[in-house]
C-alpha cells in the first residue's frame, strides 16, 4: 500500500533562470536580458515560456543583487516567481538558485529543474515538452541540441600571435551545439556543481558539471532557432523568429 501511494508522488519541475550577468560582450549598458525587443524586454519571453506552463512548479530567477531593471519587468511580481541573489559566474548564481528551491520552496533533491538562459527568448514550446517527456526513465538528465552542419576548425596562432590559421578540420559528425534547458535532478546538480566549483573548474553550462561528475547527459535535438543573444545582430534575427514562431505579430 505505502509502494502504491508513493508512486503517485512524481518529482517535480522547476525552471531555473541565471539572469546576474551584465552581458559586457555585447557592449551595451543595458543587460541584454533586459534589451528590448519587439516591444517588450528579451527575459519577458523566457519567463512566460515557464510560469503559464501547467507542468511547473515555479520559476526562480538569479538576479545580480543590485538589480535596477527587474522590477520594472511585467513579471516582476508574478506569484510564480522567486528570486535568488546571482553569483559572480553563471554556475555561482545556479548553484544560488538551487538554495532558494530548497530552502523557501520546498523541493526535494529528486525534483527536476530546468536551466534555461535569460538571453535565450525563442525557445520553442514543443523543444521544452519534448525535453519534459523524456524525463520519465531518464537516470542522469537533458539537454536541448543541436548537430553541427557547419565545417569546424580548429586554429592556431601564428608566431607572431596576430594571424589565426587553421590547425586541423574537425570532424563534425559528432558535434553538437549545446542549448538550453538543460534537466537535471536537483541534488544531482548541487553535487556537481560543488565538485566543479571546488576544483576551481568554472563551468559554463550545467552539463558540463555533470559531466565532470563522471556522467553522460542525454541530448535531445532541438530547433537552431533557440538562439542566445550575444552579439547586437542577434536581436533582429530573434525577432525575425518569434515572428515565424507566431510569437510577435
Known amino acids: 500500500m505505502n509502494h502504491a501511494h508513493s508512486s503517485i508522488i512524481t518529482p517535480r519541475l522547476w525552471a531555473l533562470i541565471p ?5 559586457r560582450r555585447f557592449g551595451a549598458t543595458v543587460p541584454k536580458q ?18 503559464f506552463h501547467p507542468k511547473l512548479s515555479g520559476c526562480v530567477v538569479a538576479l ?3 538589480d535596477p531593471y ?3 519587468g511585467i513579471y516582476a511580481a508574478h506569484p510564480n516567481i522567486h528570486r535568488a541573489i546571482g553569483g559572480n559566474e553563471r554556475c555561482h548564481s545556479v548553484n544560488n538558485a538551487l538554495a532558494t528551491l530548497t530552502n523557501d520552496l520546498g523541493a526535494q533533491d529528486d525534483d527536476w529543474v530546468l536551466v534555461h538562459d535569460a538571453a535565450r527568448p ?18 542522469v538528465g537533458v539537454l536541448l541540441a543541436v548537430p553541427v552542419h557547419d565545417t569546424v576548425k580548429q586554429s592556431q596562432l601564428t ?6 590559421r587553421v590547425a586541423t578540420t574537425v570532424a563534425r559528425s559528432t558535434l ?18 560543488n565538485q566543479a566549483l571546488a576544483n576551481n573548474q568554472l563551468v559554463t553550462d550545467d552539463a558540463s558539471a555533470i559531466e565532470l561528475f563522471g556522467l ?14 550575444t552579439r547586437p545582430e542577434d536581436l533582429p534575427l530573434a525577432q525575425f523568429f518569434l515572428i515565424q514562431q507566431g510569437r510577435l505579430c
Not at 19 to 23: C, E, L, P, S, Y
Not at 159 to 164: S, Y
Open 216 to 229: 553522460s547527459p542525454r541530448l535531445v535535438e532541438g530547433h537552431a532557432d533557440n538562439i542566445k543573444i
Open 122 to 139: 525563442c525557445l520553442r514550446r514543443s523543444d521544452l515538452d519534448a525535453l519534459i517527456a523524456v524525463l520519465t526513465n531518464e537516470p
Open 176 to 193: 553538437w551545439r549545446a542549448y538550453t534547458p538543460q534537466v537535471f535532478r536537483l541534488g544531482l546538480l548541487r553535487q556537481a556543481l
Open 70 to 72: 527587474w522590477n520594472d
Open 64 to 66: 545580480d543583487r543590485n
Open 34 to 51: 533586459y534589451l528590448e525587443l519587439g516591444g517588450r524586454r528579451v527575459i519577458d519571453y523566457v519567463l512566460e515560456m515557464f510560469i
Open 19 to 23: 539572469a546576474a550577468g551584465v552581458g
Open 159 to 164: 608566431e607572431n600571435e596576430k594571424i589565426v
